[in-house]
Nanobody
Framework: QVRLVESGGGLVQPGGSLRLSCAAS????????LGWYRQAPGRQRELVAH???????IYADSVKGRFTISRDNARNTLFLQMNSLNPEDTAVYYC????????????WGQGTQVTVSP
């Protein structure tokens, strides 16, 4: 019932930066804990960052200090600023509402591909 559209991915060199965006279809954005997930080939989808309705942020150890999650509730948009990228960050990145145990609660969008390569 909630459409999620991710954008901003691409090919970047190690040490580079990307800014991902996630647009939601309805104005319910401010009410929920939201997060960014990523999935690399052959690996489980993992939650890398999330932000509460009050603006508190939590990061996975693998991205802490390099990624910054933020939200613009007025525009129903979620962002992920990614700096100091390395090849291990290569994955398809998805946004979603974060439920119990970190499970994504809404239908998944298409995701956006991030490839970090020389």
């Amino acid at each position: 019932q909630v459409r999620l559209v991710e954008s901003g991915g691409g090919l970047v060199q190690p040490g580079g930066s990307l800014r991902l965006s996630c647009a939601a279809s309805e104005n319910i954005f401010s009410m929920y804990k939201l997060g960014w997930y990523r999935q690399a080939p052959g690996r489980q989808r993992e939650l890398v960052a999330h932000i509460t309705s009050g603006g508190s942020t939590i990061y996975a150890d693998s991205v802490k200090g390099r990624f910054t999650i933020s939200r613009d509730n007025a525009r129903n948009t979620l962002f992920l600023q990614m700096n100091s990228l390395n090849p291990e960050d290569t994955a398809v990145y998805y946004c979603n509402r974060v439920g119990p145990l970190g499970v994504g609660m809404w239908d998944w969008g298409q995701g956006t591909q991030v490839t970090v390569s020389p």
